[in-house]
């Protein structure tokens, strides 16, 4: 088995730990097992997710010939997160993240299962439908806080381009897999079958990840509503995490629309509704395709440094390409530019995460990540009521482009104030903290005040 142990860093003149400006290959990402373990187990979960989406709306609208109640079936998977998703993600922090995502696995198999027996009316199915993602903020908060306590840091930030860039492609892998079985063959099938990647996912898990205890010691615990603040306090009150965060927030404002108006924006250059499904999926299918190639290009072949100062450049590309789209003349140009628009933000996500996840102190980031998911449900449900409100008084290219020409001028600001991250500390970044050690934070000196307050 693989060292999943983090090496030392080589140090600068001034004695300060320095990043490893060498490639990391899939090959030597992949040589770590327990990252195999969870990476596969993410394809599975994501894989079965986008497929059953794509089943349970074409099930609700076959039952109900309603597209709101179809519209809401999709949009109950953004409850969650939204209602209390922090709260949940926090419940991660308080036992062994190998048992919360077995568990949440096992426990929303049960539901989906349920789901995808015959006769089962609408209203069940969307009571179903919101149990079973209820277990989706801790499952997700858990896999983000165990990454960095198996992967070193030379391989860590490759790790989340590639998680990254395979969940954009399972999204448009599940969309058209459950589309097609929904439509072709049976929608339950499709139900069933993402039961069935719960399981299989949870049994990755148990076999192949190994057992750690859980980032908060019992007699650490507080009310989970203080320690759900706590994560709040940490994320927004230290200032590079707060930069992050208002950057990946205000980016996900204008990279949703593609997807969310892609109907309706499909609609202005096709009255044939055949012609008319085919530009919406490829209006839909380019951003996720481009941020693939982004996500991989970069996180494949770009060294650390150059990462960093990529992500400048890329920020402001990604509104800039979705702003020109008001002058797109048909479908083909819209996806183009969204595309670009996806290979940036591509580029700059999986250095922006590693940043984050690594300036967290070891158990604070599975609350973290609740905030972050959070926000990020949060803006995208926003944005794409927000437009689509908008449009109902206006035209789609123009509401997006001026939506998008206010983000440029919103991430020119961001950028000009983000700060650079400290020099990383020597000790192992991912290590938690021993008996006597529980404001440990990685790395060096990013949040020491921040932390300690915390922990009392």
């Given amino acids: 088995m693989s060292d999943d142990r983090p090496a030392a860093q080589p140090a600068d003149r001034a004695g300060r ?6 490639r990391v290959t899939f090959r030597d990402l992949f040589a770590v097992r327990e990252y195999r373990a969870v990476y596969f187990s993410l394809v599975i979960n994501w894989l079965g997710d986008y497929l059953a989406r794509a089943a349970i709306v074409t099930l609700v609208y076959q039952q109900s010939e309603s597209v709101l109640l179809s519209a809401a079936s999709f949009a109950i998977s953004y409850l969650p997160w939204i209602v209390g998703g922090p709260v949940l993600a926090a419940l991660a922090e308080r036992y062994p993240y190998r048992r919360v995502l077995i568990v949440a696995d096992l426990a929303r198999a049960v539901p989906i299962a349920i789901i995808a027996l015959p006769g089962m009316p609408i209203y069940a199915i969307l009571i179903l439908l919101f149990v079973a993602m209820l277990g989706a903020p801790p499952t997700q908060a858990a896999r983000s806080a ?5 992967l070193d840091r030379r391989k860590f930030v490759t790790g989340l381009a590639v998680n990254a860039s395979t969940a954009q492609a399972a999204q448009v892998l599940g969309y058209l897999a459950g589309a ?15 039961a069935l990647s719960f399981l299989l996912s949870a049994a990755i898990i148990a076999l192949w990840v190994h057992p750690r205890p859980a980032a908060a010691a019992l007699d650490q615990r507080r009310h989970l509503l203080r320690e759900t603040a706590a994560g709040f306090r940490l994320v927004f009150g230290t200032r590079l995490l ?20 892609a109907a309706g924006w499909a609609a202005l250059f096709h009255s044939d509704p055949g012609a008319r499904g085919f530009d919406q999926g490829l209006i839909m299918a380019a951003g996720p395709v481009g941020f693939v190639i982004g996500g991989l290009a970069v996180g494949r072949l770009v060294r650390q440094p150059v990462r960093r100062r990529l992500v400048k ?5 990604t509104p800039l390409a979705l702003a020109l789209t008001m002058f797109a003349p048909n479908a083909a140009t819209v996806a183009v530019l969204s595309a670009i628009s996806g290979v940036a933000l591509g580029g700059l996500m999986p250095t922006l995460n590693g940043e984050f996840v690594l300036a967290l102190p070891h158990g604070y980031r599975a609350r973290a990540y609740g905030v972050m998911q959070g926000g990020l449900q949060f803006t995208q449900f926003f944005a794409v009521v927000s437009t689509g409100a908008l449009a109902q008084i206006s035209s789609i290219p123009l509401v997006v482009g001026l939506w998008s020409a206010g983000g440029l001028v919103l991430m020119l600001v961001l950028v000009a104030n983000l700060p650079q991250p400290e020099p990383a500390d020597p000790a192992d970044p991912a290590a938690p903290p021993g008996p006597t050690d529980a404001t440990h934070v990685t790395p060096g000196r990013v949040l020491p005040s921040t932390a300690g307050k915390l922990e009392r």
Avoid: H, K, Q, Y
Avoid at 17 to 22: G, T
């Fill in 17 to 22: 730990a320095r990043e490893p400006d060498s």
């Fill in 146 to 150: 165990l990454l960095p306590l198996i």
């Fill in 180 to 194: 097609v079985i929904a439509t072709g063959i049976n929608a339950r099938l499709g139900i069933a079958l993402d």
């Fill in 242 to 261: 707060r930069s992050i965060a208002l950057m990946v927030f205000a980016l996900t404002t204008f990279t949703i629309l593609p997807e969310g108006l």
């Fill in 313 to 317: 450049p890329c920020a402001v590309l």
